[in-house]
């Protein structure tokens, strides 16, 4: 964890973790992951769910920037696997051209953009204890009609999740995200942004608490606080708290109609 390494590496938009219900949470999820949002958190949790799942989530920030999230998760006998494919973009800019030391000519305008594709796997190998496993790729293009202008990379992900079964309720997690070569961006390598977090957890019927630290290779050490209280499984009132280089805390709540939440 080193923060004078911020801005030095690549594919930077992979740390926005959009789903509704972790970001509610502190992003304090990988021990309590069990649905479909584990794919951006922790590949295990997949694993945990009987259930076909799918989320779609859409956020605007200023300067119109825009993330386009879709995420599926299928079970099976032999496993479960996830899927989810994401879309950054931002409005056009302008590229100009300088004729002098003072002045500039507009080229032609263009439009940054970036997308990912994840293909995660989990299954319970041991009782109590789930592996699971992501495939990621991803485009980062600055400017499209620059033959140099975008870059291509590969990356992995790796997750664990052990359920004590001496204590009841409690759960811990490990989880190595981002694991790849260097990205190439016209003639200089950027590491990606690789971290490692740890999570412990306990959950019951109507009440659940996690607490995460997470050692970035290009910051400081974070940590993540999260909990969620169920109200007749109809209402789910969240709260969180995100320490280390951002602190903050995070508010949402969740509301189950016929299935949906």
Known sequence: ADKTLIGTTSNNFLKILVPAKPSALGEAYIALSDDVNSIFYNPAGIGKSMLTELSF??????????????NILFPFSFGNFGCSLNLLNVSSMDKNLSTSLTTYIKDYDFTPFSYSGILSYSKEFIENLFVGASFKFTNY????????????????????IYDFPFLDGFSSALVFRNIGPSTKFVKENFMQPI????????SMDFFS???????????ELNYYFGGEINIFDLLFLRAGYKGGTIQQP???????????V
């Open 57 to 70: 989530t859409h956020v605007q920030w200023f300067q119109d920037v825009k993330y386009e999230s879709l």
């Open 209 to 219: 608490l996690e607490a995460d630290v997470a050692y970035p290779i290009d910051n």
């Open 141 to 160: 293009t600055i400017d499209s009609k620059d033959k140099n202008g975008s870059s291509f990379s590969f990356l992995f992900d790796f997750g664990l």
């Open 195 to 202: 971290d490692m977090k740890g999570g412990l957890s306990y």
């Open 250 to 260: 995070t508010f949402g709540l969740g509301i189950n109609y016929m299935g949906f």
